[in-house]
């Protein structure tokens, strides 16, 4: 598995990367088989240490994790049992449906746009009713049944997943409504 631990602002230390490299070996081998990558980048916020990990495994499915604390290795080790609880959900899911996926999520392009929000002052007219991009990335839609979507947006704790169902040339979304249930849509 290959890791990318860095530090913004702040200074790792050799100790501090080997010990991250032990425990995520250990929890990801514990609970997924061919993990591919792992990113964790740790900050300061105010007087806390942040620590934020993301695992992508070899079916496709990305788990992250972020935890606070005081002291930077307890920031991991907060991070590392959150991580440890989305992994052992994900495989207890997997046993539970019964389909071991045989071939890895099939990615499609797209783009994804990041608009800006609406303006100070509502009293005048804007000059243009077109929404400013603040940002435009490329951004891959997996080709997943709907548990596995449900699976993958509460993996990495987005609101909403937009995703290829399986079988078909449409695109779906699953979303967390506001009354707590998962709501999808299928065109």
């Not at 890895?104 to 005048?124: N, T």
């Not at 987005?158 to 079988?167: H, I, N, S, T, W």
Request: net charge negative; aromatic share 6%.
């Amino acid at each position: 598995m290959r890791y990318q631990i860095t530090g913004k602002h702040i200074d790792i230390g050799q100790a501090l990367q080997t010990h991250v490299r032990a425990e995520l070996d250990a929890t990801v081998q514990k609970y997924a088989g061919r993990p591919t990558d792992a990113n964790v980048i740790f900050s300061k916020s105010a007087y806390e240490f942040v620590c934020e990990a993301t695992v992508h495994l070899s079916t496709g499915l990305t788990a992250s994790a972020k935890a606070h604390a005081t002291e930077i290795y307890a920031a991991f080790d907060s991070c590392s049992e959150k991580m440890e609880k989305q992994l052992r959900r994900y495989k207890r899911r997997l046993k539970d449906h019964h389909k071991d996926r045989t071939e890895p999520v099939e990615l499609s392009g797209a783009s994804s746009y990041i608009l800006s929000g609406a303006s100070d002052s509502e009293d005048h007219e804007p000059e243009s009713l077109q929404p400013i991009i603040v940002a435009e990335m490329e951004t891959k839609i997996p080709s997943l049944s709907v548990g596995e979507a449900v699976m993958q947006m509460e993996l990495i704790g987005a609101p909403v997943l937009v995703f290829r169902k399986e079988g078909t040339d449409g695109v779906n979304v699953v979303y967390r409504r506001e009354d707590g249930n998962i709501g999808w849509i299928d065109p």
